[in-house]
Each structure stands twice: as C-alpha cells, then as structure tokens.
C-alpha cells in the first residue's frame, strides 16, 4: 500500500500566506504533529483494504485484510494474510509482503512549512479549513487542503494530489480521515481514486481502507518476516 493524494477546494478568501507569517493555528498543528512523530518509534495496524478496478466494462474487487508496520524514521510494511477477489478466497500459500518508504513531502514539518502556502478558507469554533499550495513545481510535492480541529491543533482530514502525474494519469487524489480519539494522530479511513488512460485503455482505480487496533511503540522483532 503507498502513501496517495487528492485535490478538491471550494476558495473563500483570496489572501495567501506562507506558514512562517501565517496563521497561529497551522504553527501550533504543526508542532504537535511533529512531537508525536518524534514520539512514535515503531507501530503495529490492522486494515481492511478494499480495491476496485474498472477497465472498460471489466470490474474487479479485491478485499484484503493485512497488516501494517511502521519503523522510524520512514519504512513501511504491509502484510496480507487473507484475500478475496471478486467474492471468491483466495488461497496464499505464504503473506503477501509489500515494503515501501514515504517520499512525498508533509505539509506540517520544517520543509513543508516554509515550502507551501496556506490560504484560509473557513473557520468555525469547531473545523478551520486551509488550502495549501506548493511554492514550486517539484517531484513529490502535493496540493489540497488541511482541516485542523482548532481546540486541539489536531489534524481532522487531508485531501491531496501530487502537483506533477505522469503523463497516462488523468486523476490522482487522496483523502486521510484522521480519528480522535487515538493516542497519536492517525488516519482512521483513507480513500484514493486514480484513473489511467494509455493505449486507448481507460483504467479507474478506487481504494478504501479503513484502520483499527494501532499499537504504539511495540517490539517488531518478533512481528516480522526475517
């Protein structure tokens, strides 16, 4: 499973800020969001996965339940155990075992920050909503909007796309349903929809995933593969 991205915005206020001059609110989000990073060495998740692939008037849909690992500072490890595709079990013989590393760039660290731009769209005492646009056109680098729960400086959603796609992806985006009552910040559903058209082949991808049971600073030695 890879990190994805969306981008969908409605603009309220025509003033763009940088987060240096910006706002009280995104700096408090973006310190807490960052101490919690440093907090958080290893941590273990179930997610359920849910993929849809339409190709022309084709349809496949793969259920998974698998298993992800978190390793500081930036690897990723998933796990599938059990696998249906279109309602029928598949049967593994060994986990699947997927690796990978995080290379997009976040919005609330140190780059991030001085790199992007943060335009308010909305404010409530309950929901603050920010459009964040990167200052330059590079690889890995991702546009959307930031809402932030304003009593806690907490992330509530994330809805991103990278700012360059390949030249066959007509749609790539992303969004990150954070939920509050962990002990850490957290993603509780993400949902991505991509759509590839090369050949006169138009491919649309959509993946659900909801996480449950996250486990903080464990011990992965015995957890795994070697």
Known sequence: MKHWSIFCWVIFFNTYLSADDSYPLIKRAADLFQKEKLEIKTYKVTQDVTSTIKENKTTIVEQRIQTGYFKSPEEYIFITKELELNGIKQILTKPLVERTTKSE???????????????????????????????????????????????????????????????????????LNFEMNYIYQMPSHTNLTAVYQKDNLYTEVKVDVNFKDYQFNIDLTKELPK
């Open 105 to 175: 760039i976040d919005w609330l660290s140190k780059l991030g920050l001085t790199s992007h731009s943060f335009q308010l769209l909305s404010s409530d005492n309950k929901l603050t909503k920010y459009l964040v646009s990167p200052l330059k056109i590079q690889a890995g680098y991702y546009r959307g909007q930031i809402w932030i729960n304003p009593q806690n400086a907490k992330i509530v959603k994330i809805l991103k796309e990278p700012i360059i796609k390949k030249r066959e992806m007509m749609k790539y985006s992303l969004e």
